[in-house]
């Protein structure tokens, strides 16, 4: 597939996906923005071709680009752990390779292609034809010289031309060999054991150790003892001017579901509510000032933990960086504002044994009854005999008594990955013991995943052939980085 010069929001890209390894043929995203600790103006030579530091500070601006869009705070520090850098020259190098094979085997691109490409491209066109300013001014914007975008043009072509001699086509045993892994199905029968029905025996001194071995998981939580001021939004007086002034200024607020404009009548609760939240602020800010000071008159005093949820994340947090007799400036809390000064904390620390007790004896019994339950499962294995559910495949969907939905798709992963006639899988608090009593390829593929299959192996072939060809070429040609 060919994806040629798509406009984004913020800049152009050129990108040209080459089958499976998707060999991208740059990308404009202003290159020089970072910078490299590399000399001179190549970074590297294969065979006949120079990579240079612009190229690659170019597409290392596409890879970090396309990182931060996928993944949130994706920063600098990210990029060089994962070794970003290092990708980005990798890249280049394999498209160099390419390029050298088609040098080799005589392919060339005129200029009238590259003319060809650039004119007929819709993001340089006016009113249907080509737009010679546009074309000019785009490039210009995107920090790229003509001469740069043109040559990346012609490489792209040449890319195109070479990866168009690979086979495209897939053989029928080649589909049926990738798809024999759906259409196999299993005949089972299973017996679900379930881990309630264990009473594990555990003595004093068993508890005891246990605890010793895993003391520092069981902690006090941290503790807040606060002043705090709440400031109700639907006991704030408002006026209809009052109303009608913070609609003027706020229309664009209040949209209907089609995206339209609400009127003052139709919006009058929103608005209402939004007046006296306004106000409540207001208020909040005076007693934020008084609390702080300590002149504050009926404050609440409370104490609570950071397990309680008692507050929002965010004054959760806010409470957190806190110091002893600082005050938090308002926050929303439920209809209204609170204000919150920090009287006292208790760090978490670790519980003695005689208060992490309890807990200590729901986890070890949860433990041993899976010990004992694997225990069970084992000795049943080779004589225990199922219910008798029938064919089933990799994408099961049917319903198995005493498995749900999740249960049931854990066990066929756990079935079609395995490579043994009888097993038990671990599954919640239950095993559930399995044996295989017949096996074919007769299950019948939805219109979906026939779909899927033909996909799935054009891209297996596409991908083991661009591999191998890419293999062919580093033994080929020198590579030398600088």
Sequence with gaps: MIEWMQKHKKYLVVTIWISTIAFIAAGMIGWGQYNFSISGDSVAKVGQIKISSQELAQEYNRFYEAYAQAFQDFNEEQAKAMGLENSALNFLINQALLRNFALDLGLRVEDSEVIDEITQNEAFQNNGHFDENLYKNTL?????????????????????????????????????????????????????????????????????????????????????????????????????????????????????????????????????????????????????????????????????????????????????????????????????????????????????????????LTQLQSLKKIQLLKIEAQNKLDTFKGKDIGFVYPNFKGKIEGLDEKEVAELMAHIFNSNKKSNFAIINKKAVLYKINQQNFKNKLQENDESFMVNATENLKTNYLDQTLIDYLRQKYAIKRY
């Design 140 to 360: 210009k914007e995107n920090h790229y010289r003509l001469s740069d975008f043109e040559e990346n043009v012609r490489n792209a072509l040449l890319l195109q031309k070479i990866t168009a001699l690979l086979p495209k086509t897939i053989t029928p045993l080649e589909l049926s060999a990738v798809s024999s892994g759906l259409k196999l199905q299993d005949k089972i029968e299973i017996l679900i054991l379930d881990a309630k029905n264990i009473k594990p025996k555990i003595s004093p001194t068993e508890l005891k150790e246990f605890w010793e071995k895993n003391k520092t998981k069981y902690q006090k939580p941290t503790e807040f003892q606060i002043q705090s001021i709440f400031i109700d939004s639907k006991s704030q007086p408002f006026t209809p001017e009052e109303i009608q002034e913070y609609y003027n200024q706020n229309k664009s607020l209040y949209l209907n579901d089609k995206g339209e404009l609400e009127s003052i009548q139709t919006a009058r609760k929103k608005i209402q509510k939004d007046v006296q939240m306004q106000k409540a602020q207001a208020q909040a800010l005076k007693e934020y000032l008084k609390l702080k000071k300590g002149e504050a008159q009926k404050v609440k005093n409370q104490t609570f933990s950071d397990t309680s949820h008692q507050y929002s994340p965010i004054i959760m947090q806010e409470l957190q960086k806190a110091k002893i007799n600082d005050t938090i400036k308002p926050q929303p809390y439920e209809d209204g504002y609170i204000v919150i000064k920090l009287a006292g904390k208790k760090d978490a620390r670790p519980k003695d044994f005689e208060e992490a007790k309890s807990e200590a």
